[in-house]
């Protein structure tokens, strides 16, 4: 959207002591809005202010990897769409379900693949290798023709990684409601923010009732993920799967793509910042507007001020910058995973944007999709010391101190 001029922007960061310059691993964080809406980058601000979306009645899509969560011996595979449609109703979701089955379909018997099938579960095969790189490209094709409000659902174990790493950055951009279902739950996996969860054998044994009677209901489509071969007879499905022509394909191409390409990885903007200003707020909102966020900018900057100059203490008070103080220990968290991916996970259910300052290049690109990034020097230099000086006279003689705060 075209920028305006009604968003307000909180700038968090923290100083090192004695010099004035945050550590890298306490990221400095901007959020701006360009819509004219209030900016934040605090947790709990942004969770109260996450709007619900309408999505109760939208289509849910499920892709369902056969292999990490399987049907159970002896389970009725009509009961699959049916216990999964009762178990979004009792979340309050109840639109239309579509699912799709990926797995070595060579395994699976041909009363499981009859029996899907014949309720409207798309079958779809795969080799094991590469069954995790064909579902996230569906997701993404799918997300790419199919815009919100909608819900997808994962059934697998192998979603932590580059899946969800991805998934997530792609969710902060364009937000679903996210389901999810495992047999085994995964400890890694906090990038992404889900709005169900279930165990895959619990979500099955729930379902009760009687099997879905196909009736008059069409079959599914029976899909080759290695050859783009469809059909809805599982007669010619099985011709295919044993052909010669199948085998070379798999053999020759599919096998050999398994890694899973993260789609966002080219999304990250570095913006030059050559402000006019040399105190920090001011050239903040220098950078901003060059970029074209023109609100009211909130700093919030954490540090142990028992460590920092006077002078700079009240340089940026009487800049309009809070200070909070803390100690350095309570406040090393870890500012490589875990912080950025809290924050992701707010950014993926709330409006905002995220403006991201280091003082070095990370070596690997954060989860939080950011709207823009600058090197904290680059930020900041650029001007005379005569320039500065006078700045921060003027700001002394005319703006009013900002809070000091102790957060221990």
Not at 146 to 154: C, D, K, V
Request: glycine residues 6%; aromatic residues 12%.
């Amino acid at each position: 959207g075209n920028p305006s001029h009604g968003g307000d922007h909180l700038f968090f960061t923290k100083l090192n002591e004695p010099e004035f310059k945050p550590l890298f691993r306490p990221i400095s964080l901007v959020g701006g809005t360009r819509d004219g809406g209030r900016t934040c980058v605090c947790l709990g601000l942004l969770e109260r202010m996450a709007g619900n979306d309408a999505v109760k009645t939208a289509k849910i899509v499920a892709w369902w990897d056969m292999k990490d969560c399987p049907i159970p011996e002896g389970y009725d595979a009509r009961r699959v769409r049916p216990s999964i449609e009762r178990a979004c109703k009792e979340r309050g979701f109840s639109g239309s379900v579509s699912i799709t089955a990926y797995a070595d379909q060579t395994k699976t018997p041909d009363h499981h693949l009859q029996a899907l099938s014949s309720t409207r579960v798309a079958v779809a095969h795969t080799i094991s290798e590469c069954t995790c790189k064909l579902m996230y490209e569906d997701i993404v094709e799918w997300r790419g023709h199919n815009p919100p409000p909608a819900t997808i659902m994962i059934v697998s174990d192998h979603v932590e990684g580059d899946f969800s790493w991805d998934l997530a950055r792609l969710q902060q951009r364009t937000r679903y409601k996210l389901f999810m279902a495992y047999s085994v739950e995964s400890y890694k996996d906090f990038f992404l923010l889900r709005n169900a969860i279930w165990l895959w054998n619990k979500l099955l044994e729930e379902g009760g009732g009687a099997p879905l009677v196909a009736g008059g209901l069409s079959s599914a489509m029976f899909y080759c993920k290695s050859c783009e071969f469809d059909c809805q007879s599982l007669e010619k499905f099985r011709k295919h799967l044993s052909s010669y022509k199948h085998g070379r394909e798999e053999f020759t191409s599919a096998r050999w793509y398994t890694r899973l390409e993260c789609v966002t990885k080219t999304w990250r903007r570095n913006y030059r910042a050559t402000p006019e200003h040399a105190t920090s707020k001011i050239q903040l909102e220098a950078s901003f507007k060059k970029i074209g966020y023109s609100g009211p900018v909130s700093i919030t900057a954490y540090a142990d001020y028992k460590e920092t100059p006077h002078h700079h203490l009240v340089a940026l008070s009487s800049t309009g910058v809070d200070l909070a103080h803390t100690l350095y220990w309570l406040s090393d968290v870890d500012w490589d995973d875990y912080v950025p991916s809290l924050i992701s996970r707010y950014l993926q259910k709330s409006n905002y944007n995220c403006f991201l300052a280091y003082s070095f290049r990370p070596c690997k690109m954060t989860v939080m999709l950011t709207s823009a990034e600058w090197l904290w020097e680059s930020l900041l230099g650029g001007f005379s010391e005569k320039r500065s000086r006078q700045i921060l006279k003027n700001c002394s003689e005319s703006a009013s101190t900002r809070m000091f705060y102790c957060k221990l």
